[in-house]
């Protein structure tokens, strides 16, 4: 079964307005985080948002923010204000087994967000 | 924060030749590295997990003797694409972590190998 599942593979949305990006997971550990990459069409994979399985509040970072749900398993990443520059393919990836630092990353397939002027 | 390198950016090579991809943890040390492959509009996939001073251990599927992988220091892991062939054209881009549990992944830029 897919452990990350982003069910939107495009997006479309309108400058200086908000989007949402869903993601859904799946495990069975108790102890795990979740991540949002940003991928723009050079390639390299920009870190935008962490969440903790224990984590009580949702994280933020500037424009970003988490919406944890976590009995729902959805952890779908909320872009406020888009802008031109956030056109890029996002990923939703999850880390299971926190005790170390060899926790793999598993990834969805992807949103590629577009956002218009 | 903490960078990662990967060299080269981009390399183009011949059929049944090899290919060395360099990635470094710049300032931070990282005992785990990963690499991953990516095709044209698809996600990324795990090929191995590189340990220093241990032999990576790879995913199903992945072919260990054609993509070698040495961790030989804290800082540094290398692949090595032997005798390629234009199937394995595609995007590689390695990944370390610090040893904290919520420390995101940094990634390197990128490998585009291409070969002809």
């Known amino acids: 079964a897919q452990k990350i599942t982003q069910t939107q593979p495009g997006m479309f949305v309108q400058e200086k307005e908000a989007v949402t990006l869903d993601c859904t997971y799946d495990?069975?550990?108790?102890?795990?985080?979740l991540f949002w990459y940003k991928q723009p069409s050079s390639g390299e994979m920009i870190f935008l948002i962490y969440q903790g399985s224990y984590d009580q509040q949702n994280a933020t970072e500037g424009r970003y923010s988490l919406n944890f749900q976590k009995a729902r398993k959805s952890a779908n990443l909320v872009i406020s204000a888009s802008q031109l520059g956030d056109s890029a393919m996002y990923f939703c990836a999850m880390r299971e087994g926190l005790e170390t630092s060899g926790s793999r990353l598993t990834f969805g397939e992807g949103t590629q967000l577009t956002v218009n002027p | 924060g903490a960078v990662v390198s990967q060299h080269p950016s981009r390399v183009i090579c011949k059929s049944g030749t090899s290919v060395k991809i360099e990635c470094r943890s710049l300032?931070?040390?990282?005992?785990?590295m990963f690499w991953y492959r990516q095709f044209p509009k698809q996600s990324l996939m795990l090929m191995a997990t590189s340990n220093e001073g241990s032999k990576a251990t790879y995913e199903q599927g992945v072919e260990k003797d054609k993509f070698l992988i040495n961790h030989a220091s804290l800082t540094l892991s290398t692949l090595t694409v032997t005798s390629a062939h234009p199937e394995d054209s595609s995007f590689y881009i390695c990944s370390a972590s610090r040893w904290k549990y919520n420390s995101p992944l940094h990634f390197g830029n990128g490998t585009r190998l291409t070969v002809t």
């Open positions: 495990t069975s550990d108790p102890s795990y985080g």
């Open positions: 300032d931070f040390q990282a005992t785990t």
